[in-house]
């Protein structure tokens, strides 16, 4: 059985410092970072996303963010767990995105692990209800058995970005207050 995380309040994270009135942190960090989230392409597109940010800033994947969301069309996984050689080739060649043929491949195969969560779960949110609350520890180490090209950076930021984890906000951001208000699951434990 797993131990259940003690509500403990976020560290104290730069973020909250440097984020507010950027033109792309800015609206990310105010409207969407630890906010709970349950829909399925909002899910897939943050793990894409952030398999994509792995040895990049944040930044870089934010301004890319339409495009990656044109590429993947939506970010529905059923669509994107088709894909076949044919469109990880567009995908290479598109230069709006980041083109790294471990993370594209990582995408596409997700989003396969995703229909099959989908099926065995009812969604993606499910599966995480599911298995919540877990440690970071825990959370990485099911990750690593479940996805592709989720170590331990990816996993934990799209689990705080999710409300899953703790630390997404200091308590003094004004942020903060907007997302206790909705229980994000860490909350809830």
């Known amino acids: 059985?797993?131990?259940?995380?003690?509500?403990?309040?976020?560290?104290?994270?730069?973020?909250?410092?440097?984020?507010?009135?950027?033109?792309?942190?800015g609206p990310y960090h105010d409207r969407e970072y630890g906010f709970p989230q349950?829909?399925?392409?909002?899910?897939?597109?943050?793990?894409?996303?952030?398999?994509n940010q792995a040895g990049l800033s944040w930044l870089t994947v934010l301004k890319k963010r339409q495009a990656f969301f044109v590429a993947f069309e939506g970010f529905e996984p059923a669509r994107v767990a088709r894909y076949g050689e044919r469109q990880k080739a567009?995908?290479?060649?598109?230069?709006?995105?980041?083109?790294?043929?471990?993370?594209?491949?990582?995408v596409i195969e997700n989003a396969r692990r995703i229909c099959d969560i989908q099926d065995s779960h009812g969604s993606f949110a499910s599966w995480l209800d599911h298995h919540h609350p877990l440690s970071k520890e825990q959370w990485i180490k099911l990750f690593r058995q479940t996805f592709t090209f989720t170590g331990g950076e990816i996993v934990g930021e799209f689990l705080m970005?999710?409300?899953?984890?703790?630390?997404?906000?200091?308590?003094?951001?004004?942020?903060?207050?907007r997302i206790r208000k909705l229980k994000p699951p860490w909350m809830l434990v």
């Open 1 to 25: 059985m797993s131990q259940k995380p003690k509500f403990t309040a976020p560290k104290v994270q730069a973020y909250c410092d440097a984020a507010p009135g950027h033109p792309f942190h």
């Open 38 to 51: 349950r829909e399925e392409t909002s899910l897939f597109e943050r793990l894409a996303l952030e398999i």
């Open 90 to 106: 567009r995908l290479l060649k598109d230069v709006g995105i980041i083109r790294n043929r471990l993370k594209v491949a990582a």
């Open 161 to 177: 970005s999710l409300g899953y984890l703790p630390g997404a906000h200091r308590a003094d951001c004004p942020v903060f207050e």
